[in-house]
Protein backbone atom coordinates (compact mmCIF):
# COMPACT_ATOMS: atom_id res chain seq x y z
CA UNK A 1 0.00 0.00 0.00
CA UNK A 2 2.64 2.47 0.84
CA UNK A 3 4.06 1.46 -2.35
CA UNK A 4 1.50 2.81 -4.50
CA UNK A 5 1.37 6.35 -2.52
CA UNK A 6 4.85 7.07 -3.45
CA UNK A 7 3.93 7.61 -7.14
CA UNK A 8 1.06 10.02 -6.01
CA UNK A 9 2.62 12.63 -3.98
CA UNK A 10 5.48 12.56 -6.55
CA UNK A 11 3.32 14.68 -9.11
CA UNK A 12 4.59 16.83 -11.66
CA UNK A 13 4.97 19.73 -9.95
CA UNK A 14 6.83 18.31 -6.96
CA UNK A 15 9.88 19.49 -8.30
CA UNK A 16 9.41 22.15 -9.77
CA UNK A 17 12.12 24.42 -9.57
CA UNK A 18 14.17 21.10 -10.43
CA UNK A 19 12.36 21.24 -13.50
CA UNK A 20 13.04 24.69 -14.25
CA UNK A 21 17.01 24.62 -13.82
CA UNK A 22 17.84 21.49 -15.52
CA UNK A 23 14.99 23.00 -17.97
CA UNK A 24 17.14 25.65 -18.48
CA UNK A 25 20.31 24.34 -18.82
CA UNK A 26 19.23 22.02 -21.41
CA UNK A 27 17.93 25.15 -23.21
CA UNK A 28 21.55 27.08 -23.21
CA UNK A 29 23.33 24.39 -24.80
CA UNK A 30 23.80 23.29 -27.98
CA UNK A 31 22.20 20.02 -28.89
CA UNK A 32 25.05 18.69 -30.08
CA UNK A 33 27.14 19.15 -26.53
CA UNK A 34 23.61 17.90 -24.38
CA UNK A 35 25.21 13.83 -25.04
CA UNK A 36 28.85 15.02 -23.62
CA UNK A 37 28.34 14.80 -20.00
CA UNK A 38 31.61 17.12 -19.43
CA UNK A 39 29.77 19.71 -21.19
CA UNK A 40 26.24 18.79 -19.11
CA UNK A 41 28.80 19.50 -15.70
CA UNK A 42 30.34 23.03 -17.29
CA UNK A 43 26.75 24.22 -18.35
CA UNK A 44 25.03 23.73 -14.79
CA UNK A 45 28.65 25.36 -13.25
CA UNK A 46 27.88 28.75 -15.55
CA UNK A 47 24.34 28.43 -15.42
CA UNK A 48 24.80 27.97 -11.34
CA UNK A 49 27.39 31.18 -11.78
CA UNK A 50 24.59 33.64 -13.05
CA UNK A 51 24.02 36.58 -10.90
CA UNK A 52 20.13 36.81 -12.03
CA UNK A 53 19.16 33.51 -10.49
CA UNK A 54 16.33 33.46 -8.30
CA UNK A 55 16.66 32.46 -4.23
CA UNK A 56 15.08 29.36 -5.40
CA UNK A 57 16.95 28.42 -8.26
CA UNK A 58 20.19 28.99 -5.85
CA UNK A 59 19.35 26.88 -3.46
CA UNK A 60 18.76 24.06 -6.15
CA UNK A 61 22.19 24.87 -7.70
CA UNK A 62 23.47 24.62 -3.73
CA UNK A 63 21.73 20.86 -3.68
CA UNK A 64 23.33 19.88 -6.91
CA UNK A 65 26.90 21.43 -7.23
CA UNK A 66 28.15 18.24 -5.13
CA UNK A 67 26.81 15.61 -7.32
CA UNK A 68 26.92 17.66 -10.44
CA UNK A 69 28.84 14.03 -12.34
CA UNK A 70 25.14 12.15 -11.12
CA UNK A 71 23.23 14.80 -12.63
CA UNK A 72 25.19 15.14 -16.09
CA UNK A 73 24.48 10.64 -16.49
CA UNK A 74 20.75 10.65 -16.83
CA UNK A 75 20.77 14.49 -18.64
CA UNK A 76 23.38 13.02 -21.02
CA UNK A 77 21.07 10.20 -21.82
CA UNK A 78 18.22 12.24 -23.00
CA UNK A 79 16.24 11.90 -19.96
CA UNK A 80 13.14 14.31 -18.99
CA UNK A 81 13.91 16.64 -16.75
CA UNK A 82 11.20 15.87 -14.50
CA UNK A 83 12.51 12.37 -14.64
CA UNK A 84 16.21 13.68 -14.24
CA UNK A 85 14.72 15.46 -10.67
CA UNK A 86 13.30 12.37 -10.03
CA UNK A 87 16.46 10.10 -10.18
CA UNK A 88 18.62 13.23 -8.19
CA UNK A 89 15.89 13.31 -5.74
CA UNK A 90 16.64 10.07 -4.43
CA UNK A 91 20.10 10.61 -3.51
CA UNK A 92 19.38 14.21 -2.42
CA UNK A 93 15.44 14.24 -0.96
CA UNK A 94 15.83 17.68 -0.40
CA UNK A 95 15.84 18.72 -4.01
CA UNK A 96 12.59 18.04 -4.47
CA UNK A 97 11.39 20.21 -0.94
CA UNK A 98 12.16 23.43 -2.87
CA UNK A 99 9.20 24.95 -4.18
CA UNK A 100 7.92 28.00 -5.86
CA UNK A 101 5.69 30.19 -4.01
CA UNK A 102 1.87 30.41 -4.06
CA UNK A 103 0.90 33.47 -6.48
CA UNK A 104 -1.42 35.55 -4.48
CA UNK A 105 -0.89 38.65 -5.73
CA UNK A 106 -4.94 38.83 -6.91
CA UNK A 107 -6.46 36.24 -4.58
CA UNK A 108 -9.47 37.63 -2.56
CA UNK A 109 -11.29 36.07 0.48
CA UNK A 110 -13.44 34.40 -2.21
CA UNK A 111 -10.78 32.67 -4.08
CA UNK A 112 -8.91 31.89 -0.94
CA UNK A 113 -11.95 30.14 0.14
CA UNK A 114 -11.95 27.36 -2.79
CA UNK A 115 -8.23 26.54 -1.38
CA UNK A 116 -7.19 23.79 1.20
CA UNK A 117 -6.07 24.23 4.42
CA UNK A 118 -3.02 22.86 3.36
CA UNK A 119 -2.45 25.11 0.50
CA UNK A 120 -3.07 27.89 2.52
CA UNK A 121 -0.49 27.13 4.94
CA UNK A 122 2.16 26.76 2.43
CA UNK A 123 1.26 30.01 1.94
CA UNK A 124 1.99 31.23 5.02
CA UNK A 125 5.09 29.17 5.76
CA UNK A 126 6.27 30.87 2.37
CA UNK A 127 5.72 34.43 4.32
CA UNK A 128 7.77 32.91 7.00
CA UNK A 129 4.38 33.11 9.19
CA UNK A 130 3.01 30.67 11.61
CA UNK A 131 -0.86 30.13 12.57
CA UNK A 132 -0.29 29.25 16.11
CA UNK A 133 -4.07 28.61 17.66
CA UNK A 134 -5.29 28.26 13.97
CA UNK A 135 -8.37 25.37 13.55
CA UNK A 136 -10.60 26.31 11.05
CA UNK A 137 -10.11 27.10 7.57
CA UNK A 138 -11.58 30.76 8.21
CA UNK A 139 -9.03 31.60 10.57
CA UNK A 140 -6.02 30.96 7.96
CA UNK A 141 -7.70 32.96 5.61
CA UNK A 142 -7.52 35.46 7.82
CA UNK A 143 -3.99 35.08 8.77
CA UNK A 144 -3.13 35.25 4.71
CA UNK A 145 -5.14 38.32 4.21
CA UNK A 146 -3.23 39.93 7.28
CA UNK A 147 0.15 39.05 5.74
CA UNK A 148 -0.42 40.19 2.25
CA UNK A 149 2.01 42.65 2.91
CA UNK A 150 5.03 39.80 3.03
CA UNK A 151 3.71 38.24 -0.16
CA UNK A 152 6.03 39.83 -2.77
CA UNK A 153 9.15 39.30 0.11
CA UNK A 154 11.68 37.03 -2.00
CA UNK A 155 13.86 34.84 1.15
Known amino acids: MAM????????????EVCIKVITDVRESMDKADVKK??????????????????ARERKICYYIDPIKRDVAQPFSTGMTPDRVC?????SNPEICTVKFPVKTDKLGEKDLKKMRVKQLRRILADRGVECKGCVEKDEFIKKVLLTDHLANDEF
Open 86 to 90: KRINQ
Open 4 to 15: MATPAMAGVDSC
Open 37 to 54: KPKVEAALGAYCARDDLG
